[in-house]
């Protein structure tokens, strides 16, 4: 199986909160991120958290970590059309090799 | 501060032509790393660049696949006698240097069609 899997859709209607879903394998992981694609674009960084942290807020976004599962999350509150895009969960130990999941894509429907 | 550029976004080629990817790394940056996603997987990291100097190309394969990073210019992804197997969107990242905690800034990836 892959390394970081994510499932591959997600559909939420404006308003609500959309929560996206990782597991990786790598118990060694240091760092976690949440990156965002929207059509034609590159892949933004949203936000990280270090292994050390179970928890980080950044104004919408709520990540969690699980580590204990290899879990790591990330909540987007009152959800709006301009979210929908493309989620991508990467993890990272301390060299520069990402190891990326497949990624989800979110749906907004009004 | 322009972000990372990679050209073409789009490239086809028939079996056995060769392939030419660019990437121009953000202004400031002398780190390039590639990567390379397949249909419905994650991104694979490939190779990792400094100026004039590979550092890292163990997930490149072996065969018909290069990489550059001039002292002068973007670096290139070259893939020759390109197969079917070979059809992905390959993203090109950047970082300044000297930090590998150092986040990564993605270009808007070439997506490579072999007919």
């Known amino acids: 199986g892959e390394d970081v899997e994510q499932s591959l859709f997600l559909s939420v209607r404006e308003g609500d909160s959309s929560v996206i879903n990782c597991t990786y394998t790598d118990s060694s992981s240091t760092y976690l991120y949440w990156y965002k694609q929207e059509p034609g674009a590159g892949l933004q960084l949203l936000t990280y958290?270090?292994?050390?942290?179970d928890m980080k807020q950044d104004q919408r976004l709520t990540v969690l970590l699980n580590k204990k599962d290899k879990h790591l999350s990330l909540r987007i509150a009152d959800t709006q059309t301009g979210d929908s895009a493309i989620y991508f969960c990467?993890?990272?130990?301390?060299?520069?090799?990402?190891?990326f999941g497949a990624g989800t894509t979110v749906t907004v429907r009004a | 501060n322009a972000g990372v550029m990679q050209n073409p976004r789009h490239l086809v080629r028939r079996r056995g032509q060769e392939a030419r990817l660019r990437c121009s790394p953000m202004k400031g940056h002398s780190h390039v790393y590639w990567y390379r996603q397949l249909p419905e997987e994650g991104l694979k990291f490939m190779v990792y660049?400094?100026?004039?100097?590979?550092?890292?190309e163990s997930g490149m394969p072996k065969e018909r696949f290069s990489a550059e990073f001039p002292k002068e210019g973007p670096s290139i992804l070259r893939i020759q006698q390109v197969v079917r197997g070979d059809s992905a969107a390959y993203f090109c990242?950047?970082?300044?240097?000297?930090?590998?905690?150092?986040?990564?800034?993605f270009g808007p990836g070439t997506r490579l069609l072999v007919l």
């Open positions: 990242a950047s970082s300044p240097g000297g930090d590998y905690a150092e986040t990564q800034y």
């Open positions: 660049l400094q100026k004039e100097n590979i550092i890292d």
């Open positions: 990467a993890t990272r130990r301390s060299d520069y090799k990402l190891s």
């Open positions: 958290i270090f292994s050390n942290m």
